[in-house]
């Protein structure tokens, strides 16, 4: 997240606009303390997770070793004292 100071901003507010639009939130200090963002109006659109992330989690996941019973089930089990 970019951070301006409030005479930045003041210089720069065409680009921050900018950058909110294009879903960036803009940080604006004074005495080095955030005081406000500045965001889109809009909604931000919801990001998807690249193709290649995603594989790279299933690749992952399928490596690990699966329980011998549902986890609920061993839940169940130490909850209700059988463990």
């Known amino acids: 997240m970019p951070i301006y100071s409030i005479a930045n ?9 900018d ?15 955030v005081v406000a963002y500045l965001r ?3 909604a931000p659109q919801q990001r ?19 329980l011998a019973e549902p986890a609920a089930d061993i839940i169940r089990r130490m909850r209700d004292g059988g463990a």
């Open 9 to 17: 901003a003041k210089d720069n507010l065409s680009k921050l606009v």
């Open 19 to 33: 950058e909110a639009v294009a879903g960036e939130e803009v940080a604006i200090t004074r005495h080095g303390k």
């Open 40 to 42: 889109s109006a809009e």
């Open 48 to 66: 998807q997770p690249s193709r290649e992330l995603v594989a790279e989690i299933m690749a992952r996941a399928r490596k690990r070793p699966s």
